[in-house]
């Protein structure tokens, strides 16, 4: 089983599927098609695009989006090249990253100095889809923060085709996203809730951009004929179709900006047609798992997702945590007090004292030791009494 947050987990996914990965042929628009299908375009990944899904029941929302980053751009190499070898993949994701955050790739040599590609690549990968600053106010936010990061698999894509990246490619591709995207909201005659935290999205996504510079662009500033890429036309399509969908419905001004769109990008009306049933499609069966769509009190939201996020966690570290429970005779007694009587006020700080002391002892519970991990802890504390063997959980029915 793979674990996306160990140490070698991008050469334990290549080695427990080297028969799963998909062959498109050569075929792109299958290839993005397949990827739509996956949420990555749209910046929530549900699954992968592999033959059979993996099993992510204990696996984070960023641990899922780091393995659908890895297998998208393995799928991209795959399209360019004939003989697929996943050591050769990992070099060239490796030299494709030294040359656009070269400061961080040092900083990596430096931290692992004796490190395979592989275990660099991991750091990458984790450092290209963590755009919130840590966990405490990514729980409370609505926001997802991974919207615009198919914009590495073009760029990519653009490396493997030309051997080199174009120093402004990134920044070009990204600034017209935006200018899309803020296009599109202007067409909008009825403003929701929705529209607001869309922006908030690309602000949060963006890196090389910023969203307040381009308030005043008009469509002929976007200068679509330059990409050729399908998969570049596509994506640009698709984020405009993102700003519009939040309101669930086109009206004929907007309907009109995406055949705009469309034609400037030199698309079939197909294609169009074929986009705005896939994001319908895709939102309409996702929606309720979307943070983005359910906005709620700040306070219930950062609950309702430390809670799915922290129990992903204590279900991977079941075994471990059990067992470092059970060899602390003071906590173990207390815990068993607590289902009986409440317990003092000095005694609930044991608890607490001592379930941190044993967080520290794995690796995935440290998160409790961040600043505000504290408030996670009720969670943990809930989940115990399932945690333990029956002699405990009989206090129960005393």
Not at 45 to 62: A, I, M, P, R
Not at 229 to 251: F, R
Request: charged share 25%; glycine share 2%; aromatic share 12%.
């Amino acid at each position: 089983m793979i674990n996306p947050s160990a140490n070698g987990w991008i050469d334990k996914f290549f080695a427990e599927n080297r028969e799963n990965f998909i062959d498109f042929e050569g075929d792109y628009l299958s290839f993005y098609e397949s990827c739509r299908k996956t949420g990555f375009i749209y910046g929530y990944v549900v699954n992968f695009q592999l033959k059979e899904n993996l099993n992510t029941t204990k696996w984070s929302y960023d641990e899922i989006t780091k393995v659908g980053f890895l297998n998208t751009l393995f799928s991209v190499y795959s399209l360019e090249n004939k003989n697929v070898n996943s050591k050769d993949f990992i070099s060239s994701v490796y030299r494709f990253y030294n040359i656009i955050q070269p400061e961080n790739l040092n900083f990596i040599k430096k931290m692992l100095p004796e490190g395979s590609h592989s275990s660099r690549l991991e750091k990458v990968i984790d450092d290209r889809i963590q755009t919130n600053q840590n966990t405490i106010s990514k729980n409370f936010s609505h926001i997802i923060t991974n919207a615009l990061l198919f914009i590495d698999v073009l760029a990519f894509h653009y490396y493997l085709k030309n051997n080199e990246l174009d120093s402004d490619y990134l920044k070009n591709i990204e600034s017209d996203c935006i200018k899309i995207v803020s296009l599109a909201l202007k067409t909008k005659q009825n403003k929701s809730k929705y529209d607001e935290l869309l922006v908030k999205l690309f602000e949060n996504s963006i890196r090389y951009t910023k969203f307040s510079t381009i308030d005043s662009i008009e469509f002929s500033d976007i200068k679509l004929l330059k990409y050729t890429e399908i998969l570049e036309k596509l994506y640009l399509l698709d984020m405009a179709q993102m700003a519009l969908w939040s309101d669930e419905k086109l009206e004929e001004n907007e309907a009109e900006f995406l055949k705009n769109i469309n034609a400037d990008l030199g698309l079939e009306a197909t294609i169009l047609d074929k986009s705005i049933n896939d994001i319908n499609f895709f939102i309409n069966q996702y929606k309720a798992e979307i943070p983005f769509f359910n906005f709620s009190n700040p306070i219930k939201h950062f609950y309702d997702q430390a809670n799915k996020n922290v129990t992903k966690l204590i279900i991977r570290n079941k075994d471990r945590l059990t067992k470092e429970i059970k060899e602390s005779g003071e906590l173990m007694q207390l815990l068993a007090k607590s289902t009986r009587k409440d317990l003092s006020k000095e005694e609930k700080k044991k608890v607490k004292k001592q379930l941190l002391d044993i967080c520290k002892t794995v690796p995935s519970l440290t998160i409790f030791l961040l600043p505000g991990g504290g408030l996670l802890l009720p969670i943990l504390i809930k989940f115990i009494p399932q945690l333990l063997p029956s002699a405990f959980n009989e206090n129960l029915d005393d």
